[in-house]
Structure formats: structure tokens, C-alpha cells
């Protein structure tokens, strides 16, 4: 993960060198998030492309062991989030202690005061609606004031063998 984040700040510090970093565009950017939008053509918890809204998306990397399930309960060991600017053409990213003590939302109005890594578990335990990865987003626009309209989830396995591929949602 830490590999990954390198990579994607050296790609923004040095576009010329990587020609994927170039490519992002409002046009292209719709095209990738496609998938994950209703009839209508805009997401219904997506940015409002017509005024050209920021995309916020969370990058998390979770620790999954080898005796773990995919639907068990795993604590994020990365978090970043990673907001797109189809006005400017550029990307920003931000990176999230695993330890930040925060409060986490829950959906009936209460709260839980825990480290930030530990939303993904709550969620799962809880059985929220969207599950851990909405629990991590709630709590991440909670605390940072900005909406996460989506996210990507991975973890060591999806490194090491192309037949793990990661989610966004």
C-alpha cells in the first residue's frame, strides 16, 4: 500500500513520466464510474457531474489473513482519500492515520468513539446497511467534512494474484 501511495503521489508530482496520470478526465473518469450509476446517469450517492463536484473516493487496504473470509471483519491498516477535480484535471490525496481516535456514526444517531480503523470492523459486526466500507465512509466524512462518494477496498492477496480484484462502490 505504501508502494501504491508513492506511485500515486510521484504520478501526480510527475505527470510526463506517467501517461495514465494525464489521462484523467471528466469524460474518461464517467466512463470508469459508469458501472455504479442508476438509470438516470448519476449516481445516487455520486457528485453532481453537471456542476463539476469533486470525486472523493476512499482508498482503504485491510490486513486480511489467510484463514480469513471475505465477509470477515477486518480493520483497515490504510486509509487515503483521494479527491478528483474534473474542472482542473488534477488529483489530490490524503492520508489517514489507522490510529486517529475519532467518533464513528451510527445510522440511529448514536456514536461510538474508537480509532478510525475500526469503522470497517463496527460495521460488519453491526450489520449496518452498506456494511463496513459505508460505516468507514460515514465516519470519514463525519470527521473530515467531506462527502466520500466512493470507495476501493484491497487487500495483500489483491497484490499478489490477478484473480482478486478490488471493489468500488
Do not use: C
Not at 470497517?120 to 467531506?146: E, F, I
Not at 492477496?157 to 462502490?169: A, I, V
Amino acid at each position: 500500500l505504501f508502494i501504491f501511495g508513492g506511485l500515486s503521489v510521484g504520478a501526480a508530482a510527475m505527470p510526463e513520466a506517467f501517461g495514465w496520470a494525464k489521462a484523467i478526465s471528466p469524460q474518461n473518469l464517467t466512463q470508469v464510474l459508469l458501472p455504479f450509476q442508476n438509470n438516470s446517469g448519476a449516481s445516487s450517492d455520486g457528485p453532481d457531474w453537471s456542476l463539476g463536484e469533486r470525486v472523493n473516493i476512499l482508498l482503504m487496504g485491510v490486513d486480511r489473513r489467510p484463514e480469513e473470509k471475505m465477509d470477515d471483519p477486518v480493520r483497515t491498516d490504510t486509509m487515503m482519500v483521494v479527491s478528483i477535480d474534473p474542472n482542473t484535471h488534477t488529483a489530490s490525496m490524503l492520508g489517514i492515520p489507522r490510529d486517529l481516535w475519532v467518533p464513528i456514526p451510527l445510522p440511529n444517531n448514536g456514536v461510538l468513539h474508537d480509532r478510525i480503523n475500526t469503522a470497517n470492523v463496527y460495521g460488519v459486526l453491526r450489520n449496518l446497511p452498506g456494511g463496513g466500507p459505508q460505516l468507514a465512509k460515514d465516519t470519514v466524512s463525519y470527521n473530515l467534512g467531506v462527502k466520500i462518494h466512493y470507495f476501493v477496498m484491497l487487500d495483500f492477496q489483491g497484490f499478489r494474484s490477478e484473480e482478486h480484484t478490488s471493489e468500488l462502490q
